[in-house]
């Protein structure tokens, strides 16, 4: 039998969609699963993004330059700029998705057998990213107790090595929501820059900053303009997961010029898709103000919901539409995968994510989950109700 890679071997399981069989199980018994543990919203995607497509009208399904189209890089450089970011279309790299930014960024910044920290908990295909770019992650430990803040400069300075070459942070963060301040943002600006170091920063979540808080872009910091390498996409601001459509944007003209080999490589980003994005940056901030007015009430819904429940502890997160919750569990992933297979409340139950996915650490996470609020208010309530119940009678409640 042909042996199978030793890279394909190491590709960790995503566990966002590991216990996705379990669910279907679940689903196919007449169960109501609510999905709590995958970032796709249940918001509706602007409606001139929808028009777009629907007005296509091209003979050729050609082709698009592998940087992206002038029209597309054009009106989103006017976006960023609207947010203070300073840049040109020539800054911007369009890219299939947020996944294959932060792919290519990996690999035009870090070589293999190179070291990029980030803050753990992570996304974590952050892992999977790395393992395909044969680089080496060295997480450091964020704490549930601290409500998740960046760990101490102290830390990052004792896992600094010579085959150090990057520092990604996501802001606001995916597991954790938590939004990272500016003293934290400029504690960071200054290690890059005494260690000359890429600083990568997953904006995904750019949006969706709640209770009033401001949002640090390292775009807004001086001194790193050769530094910063920022990775966004359409899927979250938009509600818009399956365009696949992200982007990198740095004024590193060598980096640019780098990322863009890998871009050439794919050959280009789906044409449909920049169509769609290019009308989408004309949506009104209406829009948002509904968007983010919505999350907020649906975070204080889970979060003071979860803090009810006895023995659950859960951090209010500043921004993104995620949490992460200690539970009174001895292995959350059992937990998780029992609520599908073995427990309902009134014919419903629900999916979340052990958060031991999201660590590199071992035996980090093993009480937590990561629980996505995507779901309405009165869905949210019921998923509550099955959680509170399924701890209630759970054999390895502790």
């Not at 040109?88 to 996944?99: A, E, K, Q, R, Y």
């Not at 930014?101 to 992570?122: N, R, S």
């Not at 009810?308 to 859960?314: A, D, F, L, M």
């Not at 979340?352 to 990561?370: E, I, L, N, T």
Request: net charge negative; charged share 20%.
């Amino acid at each position: 039998m042909p042996s199978i890679s030793t890279k394909g071997r190491e590709m960790p399981a995503s566990p966002i969609r590991k216990l996705t069989p379990y669910a279907d199980q679940a689903k196919a018994l007449g169960k109501q699963v609510y999905h709590l543990n995958i970032g796709q919203p249940d918001i509706e995607t602007p409606q001139g993004m929808l028009d777009a497509v629907r007005s296509i009208d091209f003979k050729i399904w050609a082709y698009t330059p592998s940087e992206g189209t002038a029209a597309y890089r054009d009106k989103l450089s006017g976006y960023y700029n609207k947010l203070g970011y300073n840049i040109t279309p020539t800054d911007i790299l369009v890219t299939n998705g947020g996944s294959e930014a932060i792919t290519i960024a990996m690999q035009a910044c870090v070589g293999p057998g190179e070291e990029i920290i980030i803050p753990e908990p992570f996304y974590a295909n952050y892992n999977g990213f790395a393992c395909s770019a044969g680089i080496r992650i060295t997480p450091i430990l964020s704490y549930i107790d601290d409500g998740f803040a960046l760990p101490s400069i102290a830390a990052f300075e004792e896992a600094i090595t010579e085959k150090t070459r990057a520092i990604a942070i996501c802001s606001p963060n995916n597991p954790t929501g938590y939004l990272y301040s500016s003293e934290e943002m400029q504690a960071l600006r200054d290690l890059c820059i005494k260690h000359d170091l890429f600083l990568l920063a997953d904006e995904a979540y750019r949006e969706f900053c709640y209770d009033g808080r401001e949002f640090i872009s390292p775009m807004h910091l001086a001194g790193l303009e050769q530094h910063a390498v920022i990775l966004d996409t359409v899927s979250k601001r938009y509600s818009a997961c399956g365009a696949r459509l992200g982007c990198i944007i740095t004024k590193n003209k060598e980096l640019w010029q780098v990322a863009l080999k890998f871009a050439q490589a794919r050959l280009s980003p789906p044409a449909v898709a920049q169509i769609a994005a290019t009308a989408a940056v004309d949506t009104p901030q209406s829009y948002f103000d509904r968007v983010k007015g919505e999350y907020e009430a649906r975070r204080d819904t889970l979060v003071d919901g979860l803090n009810n429940i006895e023995g659950v502890y859960c951090p209010k997160p500043g921004g993104a539409f995620y949490v992460l919750a200690r539970l009174p569990v001895d292995d959350a992933d059992r937990f998780c995968q029992w609520m599908l297979e073995h427990f309902d409340y009134e014919n419903q139950t629900v999916m979340m994510a052990p958060a031991s996915g999201f660590y590199s650490a071992a035996h980090a996470g093993k009480d937590q989950v990561r629980l996505a609020y995507v779901l309405n208010t009165d869905d949210l309530k019921k998923s509550l109700a099955c959680i509170e119940r399924g701890l209630a009678v759970y054999p390895g409640r502790r």
